[in-house]
């Protein structure tokens, strides 16, 4: 009998968090309206980086892309002073590279890449399991930027107010003129 009250209960709580994450995505009017967990498990909200221009990056340690790692870091170090600043977002959602746990993910990141821009905890960019910031940026954002992630290192340019201006794909690499370009027009407005 309590095993009976127990599941039921255990559905109710997920239940209930789903709920909260998909109210979360639907009600959002930019980034600042999310909060994720960093690498290390704890609460990370984007509503601290308010006034800051965010390049956010889903990534993944064994892909081809990966070592666009090196240049999202150069970038990062580059403009960081001025109010820039990139979020990775590792992902497994594209064969499976992004295996890893968290602390393997951080522990790739820092001694491969001396990443040292912000982690989150390892996400869902796509599919059902899709996490309410990507719901976001893939369906609510600006439509004109909007669809699904079609691979690891597809990056999204964030004005100071939250709002997405500009998505590169992953081909695109962090140091190609449109990424510099992009940035720097908006880290002057």
């Known amino acids: 009998m309590n095993t009976s009250r127990g599941g039921k209960f255990g559905r109710f709580v997920c239940m209930g968090v789903l709920i909260l994450m998909v109210t979360q995505a639907f009600a959002a009017s930019n980034i600042y309206d999310f909060t994720l967990p960093s690498i290390d498990g704890d609460p990370m909200p984007l509503a601290s980086y ?13 892909c081809g892309f990966t070592p666009q790692y090196k240049g999202l870091e150069a970038l990062y ?16 959602n594209f064969g499976a590279q992004e295996p890893g746990t968290n602390q393997e993910i951080k522990t790739f990141c820092s001694t491969k890449y001396s990443v040292t821009f ?28 909007s669809g699904d992630i079609k691979w ?29 370009s992009a940035v720097e027009k908006e880290l002057k407005k």
Do not use: C, M, W
Not at 50 to 62: I, T
Not at 79 to 91: E, N, R, S, T
Not at 121 to 144: F, R
């Open 50 to 62: 308010k006034g800051k221009v965010v390049l956010l990056v889903n990534v993944a340690s064994k």
């Open 77 to 92: 170090e580059k403009y960081k002073d001025q109010g820039f600043v990139i979020l990775g977002f590792p992902a497994n």
């Open 118 to 145: 912000p982690i989150y905890a390892k996400i869902s960019v796509k599919g059902a399991d899709q996490a309410p910031l990507y719901q976001y940026l893939t369906q609510q954002a600006d439509p004109t930027h």
């Open 152 to 180: 690891n290192f597809t990056k999204f340019l964030v004005d100071r107010d939250g709002h997405v201006v500009q998505r590169f794909e992953s081909a695109v690499t962090p140091e190609s003129p449109e990424v510099i």
